[in-house]
């Protein structure tokens, strides 16, 4: 009997066309990709979001490095959370802590380095704190204005 054969055939078939089908045809949403535009070039920004000029800032020199980067876009925040968490370890970042609430707070770290995220939801928009500087041993409060 060529019955179970057939079947096994037809599964492996819907399989194989099963894995070669588009995410936006399954619904599930494309992955935020890395801007070209980074102020430091270890700290990766979803490439749809806009820099906040006005309430950013960033400076560097070879001894130390700080900076509050500010941006907005349109990406959900699970998308953005998402994104940092792949990210980040790629530029040898390691997750020290998450609050993934409303806002959620990414906290990572790297030899000396400390980097908070915030991620919050604001009129229809995702706006980003990016929170770049030596690692201390106080806490600090990051706040979105």
């Not at 599964?11 to 619904?27: F, M």
């Not at 997750?95 to 790297?110: D, H, M």
């Given at each position: 009997m060529n019955r179970p054969r057939t079947l096994l055939c037809l599964?492996?078939?819907?399989?194989?066309?099963?894995?070669?089908?588009?995410?936006?045809?399954?619904?599930m949403p494309k992955p935020l990709t890395v801007s070209p535009v980074m102020p430091f070039a270890d700290v990766p920004v979803p490439a749809a979001f806009v820099q906040d000029a006005a309430r950013s800032f960033a400076f560097q020199n070879e001894e130390v490095r700080v900076g509050l980067l500010r941006y907005t876009g349109r990406a959900e925040g699970a998308r953005v959370i998402a994104f940092?968490?792949?990210?980040?370890?790629?530029?040898?970042?390691?997750?020290?802590?998450?609050?993934?609430?409303?806002?959620?707070?990414?906290?990572?770290?790297?030899a000396g380095q400390s980097c908070i995220i915030l991620v919050s939801r604001k009129g229809g928009r995702t706006e980003l704190a990016i929170d770049v500087a030596p690692k201390s041993s106080r806490p600090r409060k990051l706040e979105l204005h």
């Open positions: 599964l492996l078939a819907c399989d194989l066309v099963g894995c070669a089908i588009p995410r936006a045809a399954t619904g940092y968490r792949e990210q980040m370890p790629a530029f040898q970042w390691t997750l020290a802590n998450a609050v993934e609430a409303e806002p959620a707070i990414l906290n990572f770290e790297k």
